[in-house]
């Protein structure tokens, strides 16, 4: 068995931030994390509205060495409930920033849905988050070549 992969550290700082309507929620909390110089963090709490919404969940996929990846993208129309979104602040080798988000949401009629955040998710009225930077860790995301596809690999600093 592969020995998994750690590190330690802790809160460095929080920063609050309200999202306003019309704006794409991925694309604005990474041009955020790049004015705040955030590269290693943590998506701690996020609730708010969105303007129909679009995400990714695992489906079989034979053909990729995992036997996984992502669906074609699934869309919801109307009004929508972001109920909660949590993740991971990352970078590449290069320092650039990578944003893994996972969601959950809930539709008028009070169904549950959720998965892997993409672009084009649209404010309806706020998106409140609370993100935290974090120290003592490099917080690196890579493409794992067995697998086929980016993995998390904490660095202890």
């Known amino acids: 068995m592969k020995e998994f992969e750690i590190?330690?550290?802790?809160l460095k700082r929080v920063i609050a931030v309200r999202l306003h309507p019309g704006e794409d929620v991925l694309?604005?909390?990474e041009q955020l994390c790049r004015e705040k110089n955030l590269k290693n963090g943590l998506i701690l709490s996020a609730i708010g509205?969105?303007?129909?919404a679009a995400f990714y969940n695992p489906v079989e996929l034979?053909?990729?060495?995992?036997g996984y990846g992502y669906s074609e993208p699934?869309?919801?129309k109307g009004p929508i409930e972001l109920t909660n979104a949590s993740g991971m602040i990352c970078h590449d080798t290069e320092g650039n920033i990578l944003l893994h988000v996972h969601i959950s949401l809930s539709d008028r009629y009070g169904n549950a849905h959720g998965g892997h955040l993409i672009e084009g998710n649209k404010v309806l009225l706020?998106?409140?988050?609370?993100l935290g930077e974090v120290e003592g860790i490099d917080m690196g995301r890579g493409y794992d070549e067995a697998l086929e596809v980016p993995l998390f690999a904490p660095k202890q600093l």
Not at 7 to 10: H, I, M, Q, R, Y
Not at 62 to 66: R, T
Not at 126 to 130: A, E, L, R
């Open 126 to 130: 706020t998106v409140d988050m609370i």
């Open 27 to 29: 694309l604005r909390l």
């Open 74 to 76: 699934v869309t919801l």
């Open 62 to 66: 034979p053909h990729k060495k995992a």
């Open 7 to 10: 590190a330690e550290g802790w």
């Open 49 to 52: 509205s969105l303007d129909g």
